[in-house]
T-cell receptor, first 109, second 116 residues
């Protein structure tokens, strides 16, 4: 069965500091990995997909199949990055997801 | 485009009562999903519809939960009777195929259910 873990429930960093949100998954095949974000009082929304290999709002994530990880990184955190971040796995082209428990990122001034 | 609409936003009921949630997906989205998000956890898929047919309901507690999408557009999720552990946010999402193996996926704002 597919599973996604995010070891940190809460991550606090100061503005301008680097941030890394950890995500590990278990799946024997070739999954698609995603990061979703939920800002305060807003809907869950897609941040980025590993297939796109893009940088969104300064965030990047690299799929490491050897370590089964998909950590989210940003070199300089901003206060507006404060939100809940969910790592998600899909095995059918993003038709449905297995979500991790989420990490709350708090960027302090 | 208009987003995924859900109602009500909040609902408080007593255990053993019944409750229903409504979802209107983005126009033209053939696939509709219901997720349950318990406090402190990520969303968990309950059921997936393709048009008005069920694709996956393996995690739906069928003894008390039911869902329908009669005309392939709106959907209703019902809980009867509710238990305390059903307290959660119920999220609806819809998707459409955008080509190159990519689905555009949009979540609604959710219905927060409290069972007392």
């Amino acid at each position: 069965a597919q599973r996604v873990t995010q070891p940190e429930k809460l991550l606090s960093v100061f503005k301008g500091a680097p941030v890394e949100l950890k995500c590990n998954y278990s799946y024997s095949g070739s999954p698609e990995l995603f990061w979703y974000v939920q800002y305060s009082r807003q809907r869950l929304q897609l941040l980025l997909r590993h297939i796109s290999r893009e940088s969104i709002k300064g965030f990047t994530a690299d799929l490491n199949k050897g370590e089964t990880s998909f950590h989210l990184k940003k070199p300089f955190a901003q206060e507006e990055d404060s939100a809940m971040y969910y790592c998600a796995l899909s095995v059918n082209y993003g038709q449905n997801f297995v979500f991790g428990p989420g990490t709350r990122l708090s960027v302090l001034p | 485009e208009a987003g995924v609409a859900q109602s009500p936003r909040y609902k408080i009921i007593e255990k053993r009562q019944s409750v229903a949630f409504w979802c209107n997906p983005i126009s033209g989205h053939a696939t509709l999903y219901w997720y349950q998000q318990i406090l402190g956890q990520g969303p968990k898929l309950l059921i997936q519809f393709q048009n008005n047919g069920v694709v996956d309901d393996s995690q739906l507690p069928k003894d008390r939960f039911s869902a329908e999408r009669l005309k392939g557009v709106d959907s209703t999720l019902k809980i009867q009777p509710a238990k305390l552990e059903d307290s959660a946010v119920y999220l609806c999402a819809s998707s459409s195929y955008r080509g190159r193996g990519h689905y555009g996926y949009t979540f609604g704002s959710g219905t927060r259910l409290t069972v007392v």
